[in-house]
């Protein structure tokens, strides 16, 4: 059992890497697990959609000290986090909040979504019309009936 879970453990730490360096990390661990959870929430302004904990950017470390330096002088998670937002915008926030400048960031999934699926519908009952085939009329079945019957004697006219 003490095997398994140390393979487990093994082939959990690639996962678990984080880009924060040992001269970052605050001495009380209380600190520093508050600090982490801030992090999460902080998109890297270079990696795009990788939060601040596990880039590389010089930006991204800049911003983990900025948490830290906040936390330690006594800011809640929710204050470091408004601090660093009124500082770089709500582009900062892995989950920006819902507001006018932000309402196209929520609303284009959905509207991409409907648009998608009104394209498949259309798509799928546009293939579904098939032209009614008309029948032949009597003058036309006359001339197919005489065509055959030269075939059948030889007459290729």
């Not at 093994?10 to 009380?28: C, K, N, Q, R, T």
């Not at 519908?121 to 019957?149: D, S, Y």
Request: charged fraction near 25%; hydrophobic fraction near 45%; include cysteine.
């Amino acid at each position: 059992m003490l095997k398994l879970l140390t393979l487990l453990v093994a082939l959990a730490l690639p996962f678990a890497a984080a880009a924060v360096e040992p001269d970052e990390i605050l001495s009380d661990p209380v600190l520093e697990a508050r600090a982490r959870e801030v992090s999460k929430g902080l998109r890297c302004v270079v990696c795009l959609n990788q939060d601040i904990d596990s880039s590389n950017a010089g930006v991204a470390r800049d911003l983990r000290l900025l948490v830290r330096e906040r936390i330690v002088a006594g800011d809640s998670n929710d204050e470091a986090l408004t601090f660093i937002q009124a500082r770089y915008g709500d582009y900062v926030l892995l989950k920006p909040p819902y507001n006018s400048k932000t309402f196209v960031l929520w609303l284009a999934p959905p509207a991409m979504l409907l648009i998608a699926l009104g394209v498949g519908l259309a798509t799928l009952l546009g293939r579904r019309k098939t032209p009614k085939l008309r029948g032949l009329n009597v003058a036309e079945e006359h001339e197919i009936n005489q065509f055959i019957e030269r075939q059948k004697k030889g007459d290729n006219k």
